[in-house]
């Protein structure tokens, strides 16, 4: 089996503990300092402090002197598959069209769509895998990835499909998500209904038996689905076990943060429109309320108030949604670094957020999110660094030196 050592870290981040983080203890970061850590085959095998070294033969050893081990950032929402790219729509919103003009003109979510109907899926699998090399790079260990771009019966499974050879052939952790009720398709204008009856009579059901997904998700927003309709929508998927994980309150107080609640999602996501009935509800739950202030940045969104979320005693996960149209990027760096600036959140609270609290809004904290024994040896080590702050604060400088996944330098 390989046995790889690595010695003299400056710290080992977020070493010994596997539980969500929520309120106050979000800024406080365990580190063992001085650290060495080994890995055994895939996993993480020990951890311990430079002045009691480790002894027994391993096969490599890499001298971290100065930097950092980090646990590979959960990226828990992203929509990576996805056919050509929406810059002209980019430039639209330079010249003053907003992200909902441009949807309802037809661009948008139904402008991938009609992309990537017409792409076949080998082609998806390639774009998708540089993408998640891309991410790699950044330092992602674990990443969910939606479908929601097919918005029919065959595009949706041609996307889950795709998704499933990813998990089969990348070294991420890989979560799936259906995200039929994305957007409605055109040919559906006038029958609401009928789409969603499609969603929920054939397409989750399907899904279901054949596993090709392991969450539900609705865009529960003004000008996308009602509350009434995402309720039908996450009662089909609950009953198959397809547990919900759902885009609500981007663009309004759209109900769809308690909609989520009710229906025991594992992650709410989006949330720029949160007030003090959202934050109630939230408290009350075991939802993970999942912030995505890259799509704010990109489509110049309020951010959400992540500082009022978090005094209040509730957690936050961070995530990327890369995605073509509301945040064309999946660095989780400079998430963490938008987060510090403009949702007010301390280095150490984004951190915690990027980890352990979207380890557990993707289902994968048994084996990702912190560097603890038994869990999977999906890790990075930074650049030098002064301290841990550095990371978010030089947001643009490449501070991922190696990514390790499995066990093995990627
Ligand atoms: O998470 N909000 C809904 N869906 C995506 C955007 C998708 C798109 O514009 O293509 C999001 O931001
Ligand atoms: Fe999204």
Not at 54 to 70: K, L, T, W
Not at 250 to 265: C, F, M, N, P, R
Request: charged content about 25%; overall charge negative; hydrophobic content about 40%.
């Amino acid at each position: 089996m390989n046995r790889l050592l690595i010695i003299n870290a400056k710290g080992i981040v977020q070493h010994g503990r596997s539980h969500v983080v929520r309120g106050k203890a979000m800024q406080e970061l365990p580190v063992l300092e001085n650290g060495w850590l080994l890995i055994e085959g895939d996993r993480i095998s020990e951890t311990g402090h430079m002045d009691e070294p480790f002894h027994s033969p391993v096969n490599d050893v890499i001298d971290a002197e100065g930097r950092y081990i980090f646990p590979a950032w959960c990226d828990s929402h992203t929509h990576v598959v996805y056919a050509g790219s929406r810059e002209t729509e980019f430039v639209d919103r330079i010249l003053g069209l907003s992200y909902e003009e441009i949807a309802r003109r037809g661009g948008g979510i139904l402008n991938s769509a009609k992309r990537l109907q017409q792409t076949d899926p080998e082609e998806l699998y390639d774009a998708a895998s540089l993408r998640l090399q891309e991410v790699i790079r950044s330092g992602t260990g674990a990443i969910e990835i939606k479908s929601g771009y097919g918005l029919s019966f065959d595009a949706e499974l041609k996307m889950l499909h795709v998704i499933r050879r990813l998990k089969e052939s990348s070294p991420l952790i890989i979560k799936s998500t259906f995200l039929g009720a994305h957007a409605l398709p055109a040919e559906f204008r006038e029958n609401r209904r009928g789409y969603v009856d499609l969603l929920v009579n054939e397409l989750i059901p399907i899904i279901a038996d054949e596993g090709l997904a392991d969450y539900n998700d609705v865009f529960c927003d003004r000008g996308f689905f009602t509350v009434e309709e995402t309720e039908r929508i996450l009662e089909a998927g609950n009953k198959r076990g397809l547990r919900p994980k759902i885009h609500a309150n981007e663009l309004d107080y759209s109900g769809g943060i308690q909609a989520g609640v009710k229906h025991h999602a594992l992650s709410v996501d989006h949330l720029e429109c949160t007030g003090e009935a959202e934050i109630a509800a939230l408290l009350d739950s075991d939802t993970m309320p999942t912030l995505l202030p890259g799509t704010a940045f990109f489509l110049k969104l309020h951010y959400p108030p992540a500082r009022k979320m978090i005094d209040a005693g509730l957690p936050v996960a961070l995530a990327s949604d890369y995605n073509p149209g509301s945040c064309p990027s999946g660095k989780m760096p400079f998430v963490c670094s938008l987060a510090c600036l403009y949702l007010g959140m301390y280095p150490e609270e984004a951190i915690n957020a990027a980890t352990l609290n979207s380890a557990y809004a993707m289902g994968v904290m048994d084996d990702a999110g912190s560097i603890v024994k038994g869990k999977k040896a999906n890790l990075f080590i930074s650049a030098r660094m002064p301290s841990l702050s550095y990371l978010p604060y030089a947001f643009g400088s490449d501070l991922v030196e190696t990514v390790i996944l499995n066990g093995k330098i990627q």
